[in-house]
C-alpha cells in the first residue's frame, strides 16, 4: 500500500468509526501458492516495483491479521474466518515474489499485528478498534480494506510489472474482489450465493453462530473446485500461485 493508500484507508476507517456511533460473504479462498518455478537469473526489481511489493505485502498482513482479530471479536463470523485464510495465502504470494526478486521482507520475523512502517501500525489499532464495536462495523472495515487493496494492486499493475508479477497480482486482485462483494452482501444482510457460501445470511452459517470446519460458508463451498480448474485453465505459465 502505497502511503497515498494508507493515507487513504485511514480516513475511510475514521468516516466508518463516526457512522458506528449510533450502531448498537464468504469469498472463495484463493488458491495455495507454491514456490515459483527456478529462474536462472531474475533482474532485481527496480525501486518503484520493490516499494509496491513491499507495500502489498505489509497489506495483506494487515487485511488477514484485522480479519482474524474480528473473527475472534465476533463470535467466529465466517466471513472473517474463511477471507482470513485466503488473506493469508495472498501474502504467501506476495513473499514468494519478494523471495524472487531479492526484496527484503518488511514481515520477516514479526507477529500478528506488528508491523516495520508506523502507519500500518496505527492502521491496525484503528481498524481493529472500529470493527470490534459492532459487526456492521466490522463489515464495514473489511469493505474498507478490500476497496483500499483493489485500488493498490489495480495501482502496480498500471505500472506493467514484469509478466510473473503481473499474472500473481491479477490473481490476488480478482480474490479481493471477491472478498469485497462477501463483505459487502454481509453487511447488506444478503444471503450469499453457493459460490461464497450457500446458505449464509449476515456472514454466519444457518442456524449456527459459528461455520468454521466444514460444512455451509467454509473454504470448501459447493462449485470450488470446478472454478479453480477453470481459473487454473487460464493461468499464465509465470504466475507463482497455481
Not at 493508500?5 to 460473504?25: H, K, Q
Not at 508506523?118 to 492502521?123: C, K, M
Not at 510473473?164 to 447488506?188: C, E, I, M, P, Q
Amino acid at each position: 500500500m502505497t502511503l497515498t493508500g494508507i493515507r487513504r484507508t485511514a480516513v475511510a476507517a475514521s468516516a466508518a468509526a463516526l457512522a458506528l456511533l449510533g450502531w448498537t460473504g464468504v469469498a472463495q479462498a484463493a488458491p495455495t501458492p507454491v514456490p515459483p518455478p527456478p529462474v536462472t537469473a531474475t533482474a532485481g526489481a527496480d525501486a518503484a516495483l520493490a516499494e509496491s511489493l513491499t507495500s502489498l505485502r505489509e497489506e495483506e498482513k494487515l487485511a488477514r491479521d484485522v480479519y482474524t482479530a474480528l473473527a475472534a471479536a465476533h463470535d467466529q463470523a465466517a466471513p472473517f474466518v474463511n477471507i482470513a485464510r485466503s488473506e493469508q495465502r495472498h501474502y504467501d504470494a506476495v513473499g514468494l515474489l519478494l523471495s524472487r526478486y531479492g526484496i527484503a521482507d518488511p514481515a520477516a520475523g514479526r507477529a500478528a499485528g506488528a508491523y516495520a512502517d508506523p502507519d500500518f501500525q496505527a492502521l491496525h489499532a484503528s481498524l481493529v478498534a472500529t470493527g470490534t464495536a459492532s459487526l456492521a462495523g466490522a463489515y464495514e472495515v473489511g469493505i474498507t480494506i478490500e476497496t483500499t487493496d483493489i485500488a493498490d494492486l489495480e495501482a502496480t499493475l498500471a505500472g506493467n510489472p514484469p509478466a510473473d508479477v503481473t499474472a500473481a497480482l491479477a490473481t490476488l486482485l480478482n480474490g479481493s474482489r471477491n472478498h469485497l462483494a462477501a463483505f459487502t452482501a454481509a453487511k447488506d444482510g444478503r444471503a450469499l450465493g453457493a459460490r461464497d457460501g450457500q446458505g449464509m445470511r449476515n456472514g454466519r452459517a444457518a442456524g449456527s453462530a459459528t461455520a468454521p470446519g466444514g460444512g455451509a460458508g467454509t473454504a470448501s463451498a459447493p462449485g470450488r473446485a470446478g472454478g479453480q480448474r477453470r481459473a487454473a485453465a487460464g493461468r499464465p505459465s509465470t504466475c507463482p500461485i497455481p
